[in-house]
């Protein structure tokens, strides 16, 4: 009996689980804004609480809190586009060497796997083929692409405006489903999730301010053409852990590629190994510390399942969501043991720990 009860118990584990991976890959048109909203609005909200404290209203302070948000955003996408504008008028300066660089990878190519040139230019043209047979095709893919980005992006906005502006209601909510003797559980699971995912968020944030301006010093002083729109540009996919260090570092190595002689290459490279290397070690503990309480291995996990089921944005949503599953786990008993395998095993410096208490911040 125990062993029909345990294979009964197996099967109801792995029913759920492809029923929630199933919803998870049909659900993200709805789900991917609504996940990013939910994040956004912890972001904003002792924002909208510290405007209402000085005596604005609830709605007067939910939506000075999404301009904030659309003027730092609309300040970064000024930001790059004029720095574009630069980029460009340095273009024919920059082409003869980028054409000089793609004849060398061309002839590496050839030497190494022996496809000549014309050939390399036939599989490209063949894989473009593939993924459009017209361009008109390409085209409508593009604009329908740009038109569900604005679509998302209002969703996003409108699902932020409606959970800061009745956020006491669904904490509510979900007390209602619970007996009152599991409140207190509920209550502190709840704080933990909202702390944090916003924590979540405001440290990608200093994080990406602070690789941002390292490398805009640091490209600046060695001289590398476009410093300031490459650093921005480096760092916009370090939103993605791990791999978004790698993506955004191509950027400024092949700007010293091809703007400038070869003695750019190291200390270009160099300074942003240093960056990482701070930001890893000493910013990113400081700044989130234990809060995301995650394992390593499910880290990747998550950014790798996350990949699948929702391209980009689940590399970047998977690793909170992950951390909110665990600290659901923790408050269930049946599933304290799943909270135990995503729980991270390793310890953070003492030395992090104190400069955490020094700043006024304790780590769970």
């Known amino acids: 009996m125990i062993k029909r009860a345990l294979i009964y118990r197996a099967d109801a584990v792995l029913l759920f689980g492809i029923l929630l991976v199933v919803a998870l890959y049909f659900g993200q048109p709805f789900l991917i804004p609504l996940f990013f909203a939910f994040i956004l609005s912890l972001l904003l909200l002792p924002v909208s609480q510290k405007l209402e404290n000085w005596g604005i209203g609830r709605i007067g302070a939910t939506l000075l809190s999404i301009l904030l948000l659309l003027l730092f955003i609309a300040g970064f996408c000024g930001v790059i586009y004029a720095q574009g504008t630069r980029l460009v008028q340095d273009w024919p300066q920059i082409q003869p060497k980028l ?99 916003a924590q979540y968020m405001m440290g990608r944030l200093f994080s990406m ?23 921005w540009i480096a760092v916009i996919p370090t939103l993605i852990p791990y791999v978004g260090a790698f993506i955004g570092s191509t950027f400024p190595l092949t700007m010293a590629l091809v703007s ?63 951390a909110i599953v665990k600290i659901i786990c923790d408050h269930v008993p049946a599933l304290k043991p799943y909270g135990f395998l995503l729980e991270n095993e390793v310890k953070e410096p003492q030395w992090i720990r104190k400069v955490r208490q020094a700043l006024g911040r304790t780590s769970h």
Do not use: C
């Not at 361009?135 to 969703?155: C, E, R």
């Not at 960056?275 to 400081?286: K, T, V």
């Open 209 to 231: 301010i602070f690789l941002a301006v390292f490398y805009m010093i640091g490209l600046s002083i060695i001289g590398l053409k476009n410093a300031l729109l490459m650093s």
């Open 99 to 197: 054409l000089k660089l793609l004849n060398t990878v061309q002839a590496w190519v050839q030497q190494e796997i022996g496809l000549s040139p014309q050939q390399q230019i036939q599989a490209v043209k063949a894989q473009l083929e593939k993924q459009s047979s017209s361009s008109g095709k390409l085209l409508n893919t593009v604009l329908g692409g740009i038109g569900g980005m604005v679509t998302s992006f209002v969703l996003v906005l409108l699902y932020i405006f409606f959970l800061m502006w009745k956020r006491e209601k669904y904490p509510e909510f979900i007390l209602k489903l619970f007996a009152v003797e599991h409140h207190p559980a509920v209550q502190s699971a709840l704080s933990k999730i909202a702390k944090v995912s």
């Open 260 to 322: 400038g002689s070869s003695d750019l290459v190291l200390p270009t490279a160099a300074i942003l190994v240093v960056a990482q290397a701070i930001d890893n070690n000493i910013i990113e503990p400081l700044v989130m510390g234990a809060e995301l309480n995650l394992s390593p291995l499910f880290t990747i996990i998550a950014i790798i399942l996350g990949e699948l089921l929702w391209g980009i944005p689940g590399m970047i949503l998977f690793e909170p969501l992950f």
